[in-house]
């Protein structure tokens, strides 16, 4: 499955930002989606997944209370919606779709096979 990644931008700290994961040549709705993301100098962090059928979510505990991760399937799209942007929030966020149907999400990245491009997000006034 091919995976593109959209949404970021430069954002003022407080304010909010939409990403977009959209998929091609397979339907997501059975696929967990993760979202990660990367600051240079530091280790992929995963931040929020959605599993397959949207059984579970996952937030990681730097952005619980201020990330929804959803999915459209008529778009074939998954969403994070990131308010109360913080300087901290700034790198290159990732979408990945697990190798396997059916497995509840986790935010390991050896569970995913296919990567997104990445979008980058800066928070900045």
């Known amino acids: 499955v091919q995976l593109q990644a959209s949404g970021g931008g430069l954002v003022q700290p407080g304010g909010s930002l939409r990403l977009s994961c959209a998929a091609s040549g397979l339907p997501l709705e059975q696929y967990s989606i993760g979202w990660f993301r990367q600051v240079p100098g530091k280790k992929r962090e995963g931040i929020s997944c959605i599993s397959g059928l949207d059984i579970s979510t996952y937030y990681a505990d730097s952005v619980k209370g201020r990330v929804t991760v959803s999915r459209d399937k008529s778009k074939n799209t998954v969403y994070l919606q990131i308010d109360s942007l913080k300087p901290e929030d700034t790198g290159v966020y990732y979408c990945?779709?697990?190798?396997?149907?059916?497995?509840?999400?986790?935010?390991?990245?050896?569970?995913?096979?296919?990567w997104g491009q990445g979008t980058q997000v800066t928070v900045s006034s």
């Open positions: 990945a779709a697990d190798s396997l149907v059916g497995r509840r999400c986790s935010v390991l990245p050896a569970q995913y096979a296919d």
